[in-house]
Each structure stands twice: as structure tokens, then as C-alpha cells.
């Protein structure tokens, strides 16, 4: 049987931001949650606010011409099959100077069709097709206040 899941991480934001922060403090759910999905999939789109430029120019140098990607008035978008820098990157670097989680949206997909997708700066997920073993494994690794939906 699969599952589609959607879960949100609960988060606090200081008082001057409006980004949203683990209550606990830390991302260590991401990396498991994250190589989890990526062995499952070929294909890996970025999302980032256009004035996330350090961001952005780090993606840029991992794909250089093996990308896609789509600039809007306010979202840079990247698309680019999986490769290990990229991959790399993503499992090891995703915070920013002072901790706040790099991309926007990340997404995963297997053959065009969506495997994990990662939002709000890695606080809120969406999993379709879960398999038994993939609800364990998320359960196991979020923290107890999240919110968790199983359909």
C-alpha cells in the first residue's frame, strides 16, 4: 500500500524575521529525510528568492551547463538531473551563514513524476506514493509536535 504524506515541522521565527526556524533549533532530520528521497530520483529542482544571491551563484557553479533554469520577478528556478556535487551539496551544506536553511523549495522527482517535495525552507513536506517503510522512517526522524498527515 503507498501513502501520500504532508508533514510540517514546527517552527518559531525571531522577532525581527519572518523565517521560519525548527522549534528544537536544528535541521537533523534533513540529511536522513533528504539521501532517503534522492536514491529514488533523477531529477532535482531548486527554488530560490532572486535576493538569495550567494545561494544562487553556489548552484549555478555545481551544474554549470547541465541546468535548467528559469528566472521569474521574484523565484530563481533550477532544474538539473542528479549529480554527486549537486547532491553533495545539498545533503551537506543546506545552511546559510547564520543557520537558516538555503532553498526555499526543493523538489525530487523520478522520470517527471514528483518523489519529495521540501517547502517553507525545509519545514514543510510532501510525499507521494510512500511506501510503509518511508512512513517509519520519517516518523522516526521529525520531531513529536509535528504535523503529520497520512492518506
Not at 534533513?30 to 529542482?45: A, G
Request: aromatic share 14%.
Amino acid at each position: 500500500m503507498q501513502y501520500n504524506l504532508a508533514f510540517n515541522i514546527p517552527t518559531y521565527t525571531d522577532d525581527e524575521s519572518t523565517f521560519p526556524k525548527p522549534l528544537n533549533g536544528n535541521y537533523d532530520y534533513w540529511t536522513v529525510l533528504f539521501e532517503h528521497f534522492l536514491t529514488c530520483s533523477n531529477t532535482i529542482e531548486i527554488h530560490c528568492w532572486n535576493e538569495e544571491i550567494e545561494t544562487i551563484s553556489e548552484i549555478k557553479s555545481l551544474c554549470k551547463n547541465e541546468q535548467e533554469i528559469v528566472k521569474g520577478k521574484n523565484l530563481t528556478i533550477f532544474r538539473c538531473q542528479k549529480q554527486a556535487p549537486l547532491s553533495d551539496y545539498l545533503l551537506n551544506n543546506y545552511l546559510n551563514k547564520i543557520g537558516e536553511f538555503k532553498w526555499f523549495t526543493v523538489n525530487l522527482d523520478k522520470d517527471m513524476v514528483s518523489a519529495f517535495h521540501s517547502g517553507h525552507w525545509g519545514t514543510e513536506f510532501f510525499v507521494p506514493n510512500a511506501l510503509k517503510s518511508d512512513v517509519a522512517l520519517i516518523k522516526s526522524l521529525i520531531p513529536d509536535e509535528t504535523s503529520f498527515h497520512q492518506s
